[in-house]
């Protein structure tokens, strides 16, 4: 899979995985909603139910950077498949205009952040390495 269409396809993607260091180095593993910018992915925290906006994937970041988001494509056909895994690092941005831009570029993509845009901490993951993978 050439580096363009991976960068296409991660950013049509509705939704991904992304995976951060927790606690005693043990994986932390969850979907997440972002947008793509050239090499970096932005994520913010939003108003769904949450225990607090201190999520536990911005503590990680903020204890140890490196991450991996995999955005995938299942079907039966298996002819179809594809994935792609994005390592980098990831930190949390401070108020101001780079997170006001990452909160429109992810309204621009997302229905539900247009009606109620995020509000939380914004997580920006820069992209060192692109690998992908695709059955044909």
Known sequence: MTEEVMRERVAAARVGRLATVGTGG????????FAAEGDVLY???DSKPKRTRRLQRLRNAAREPHVSVLVDHYEEDWDRLWWIRLDGRASELPAGPEAQRATALLAAKYRQYRERPPEGPVLRI?????RGWAAS
């Open 26 to 33: 043990l994986p932390h593993l969850l979907p997440f909603c």
């Open 43 to 45: 994520s913010a925290v």
């Open 126 to 130: 820069d992209v060192e390495r692109w």
